[in-house]
């Protein structure tokens, strides 16, 4: 029997806890396409380049990190917004999405998808809703031998603040635009903060607390959580699934 959208939706938003969050944008189905869905597409945006794609493999539903209707934001669909959804409605696809839950998921969330590349281990949590982490690298190594391995695995070169020889053992991070949680980072004593994004303030904390402070992309630290739901599903109900990503260097 072929697996209806809002079975779908129920069993996503039971797996990441939807309703424990207050978030920015709406967690689930966004815009409703066919009811009945076997093949899946994930992205980390739902840019017009990432629908298009999904389209043209044939995909039911889109599920993504960042979708529509941000709060505080323009409630009039017109231009880039009235041509995304006007495609979805045309070709009768439903997009899904899932902001902080999928930050937060403790096995399938950006943050651990994260930590399980980089090989850290984690001991807490912490910041807005308990979305950001903290831990333990397997094995302690300098800051410089950190950003290597970040680099290699995100394939990404990392902006550095901090001393490329000091020594790093713990470490918070926070995927995406998490560069407000690193004086938070501070007071559970870590070596390194690695997020997204920097702030103009970030830099003169990280150089007067010695605290290493590590930027490696908004879109570069997002990919692996919607990738990792996607394959979670594919398996659990049988269905096909396609990441389906669009190079940003922000």
């Known amino acids: 029997m072929p697996l209806q959208l809002n079975e779908l939706r129920d069993y996503i938003g039971s797996l990441l806890a939807v309703s424990r969050f207050r978030d920015y944008n709406p967690n689930g189905v966004q815009v409703e396409g066919r009811t009945e869905v076997r093949r899946i597409a994930t992205g ?11 389209t043209a493999w044939g995909a039911d539903a889109v599920i993504v990190h960042h979708g529509y209707f941000w709060r505080g934001e323009d409630a009039c669909i017109t231009g880039i917004k009235k041509r995304r959804i006007a495609h979805l409605l045309q070709h009768d696809i439903s997009l899904l999405a899932y902001h902080l839950p999928l930050d937060a998921h403790p096995e399938l969330g950006n943050n651990a998808q994260l930590a399980a590349r980089l090989g850290f281990s984690v001991q807490g949590h912490f910041g807005e809703q308990d979305i950001a982490s903290y831990g333990v690298l397997t094995q302690a190594q300098s800051l410089q031998q950190l950003t290597s391995c970040i680099q290699q695995t995100l394939q990404r070169i990392p902006l550095v603040i901090g001393n490329a020889h000091s020594d790093i053992a713990r470490i918070a991070w926070c995927s995406g635009g998490g560069q407000s949680y690193f004086e938070q980072a501070l007071a559970l004593g870590v070596d390194a903060f690695l997020t ?9 904390v990280a150089q007067e607390s010695g605290v290493a402070f590590i930027v490696a992309g908004h879109h570069a630290t997002e990919r692996y959580g919607v990738q990792a739901l996607g394959e979670h599903l594919a398996a659990h109900f049988g269905i096909e699934h ?9």
Do not use: C, K, M, Y
């Open 196 to 204: 997204g994004e920097i702030s103009e303030q970030n830099v003169h």
């Open 44 to 54: 980390v945006t739902a840019s017009q380049q990432v629908l298009e794609a999904a």
């Open 242 to 250: 396609r990441f389906f990503d669009q190079e940003n260097p922000v």
